[in-house]
Antibody, heavy 121, light 111 residues
């Protein structure tokens, strides 16, 4: 059974930093690209970042570019999101998702339960 | 700023058929990128419902079906059930923005 379990969500002050982790199991982790998707409370979904299977290539939404860094450790079956210079508008549930391919682009076939990040003073 | 537009809400009686539209543009759905659909039950994470425009993952009832035409896509739910009350999101890729994009979301209410 595929499982994705996020951790690291917390309350952090504006301008602060936080690192989210996602532990993957039930599939061959280094066969898949991984993504982070977020959802502000009561709002819709927003794609945040993508990392390819080997970690060689990363992509980011403009809203987080230069502030967030996605990474992975295939030896630990783990995905990470380092978030710096946090803003109030970054407050959201952050979901770790597995990417599968259709017409050369990804969809998200498995999701974690989400980690809540609250940016507030 | 979602580039895929969905109706905020749709409703239907048990057993009825409802359709959720997802309107995009020539840089996403109209460019030939597949559309995928997710169901989010209250208080839970989203779950993949339809991928590749019209394929259902294992375990998803055949009451759910997807289609696409031009710059729009649709999700149909036939034989509506109480357990279908949820938020539904479409998703694709936008080549102008170079990002993965989600629809604005539609809440389905079973009357």
């Amino acid at each position: 059974e595929v499982q994705l379990v996020e951790s690291g969500g917390a309350v952090v002050q504006p301008g602060g930093s936080l690192r989210l982790s996602c532990a993957a199991s039930g599939f061959t982790f280094d066969d898949y690209a991984m993504h982070w998707v977020r959802q502000a409370p009561g709002k819709g979904l927003e794609w945040v970042s993508l990392i390819t299977w080997d970690g060689s290539t990363t992509y980011y939404a403009d809203s987080v570019k230069g502030r967030f860094t996605i990474s992975r450790d295939n030896s630990k079956n783990s995905l990470y999101l380092q978030m710096n210079s946090l803003r109030a508008e970054d407050t959201a549930f952050y979901y770790c998702t597995r990417g599968s391919i259709a017409t050369a682009r990804y969809y998200f076939d498995y999701w974690g339960q989400g980690a809540l990040v609250t940016v507030s003073s | 700023q979602s580039v895929l537009t969905q109706p905020p809400s749709v409703s239907g009686a048990p057993g009825q058929r409802v359709i959720i539209s997802c309107t995009g543009s020539r840089s996403n759905i109209g460019a030939g990128y597949d559309v995928h659909w997710y169901q989010q039950l209250p208080g839970t994470a989203p779950k993949l419902l339809i991928y590749g425009t019209g394929y259902r993952p294992s375990g998803v009832p055949d009451r759910f079906s997807g289609s696409k035409s031009g710059t729009s896509a649709s999700l149909a739910i036939t034989g509506l059930q109480a357990e279908d009350e949820a938020d539904y999101y479409c998703q694709s890729y936008d080549s102008s923005l170079s990002v993965y994009v989600f629809g604005t979301g539609t809440r389905v209410t079973v009357l």
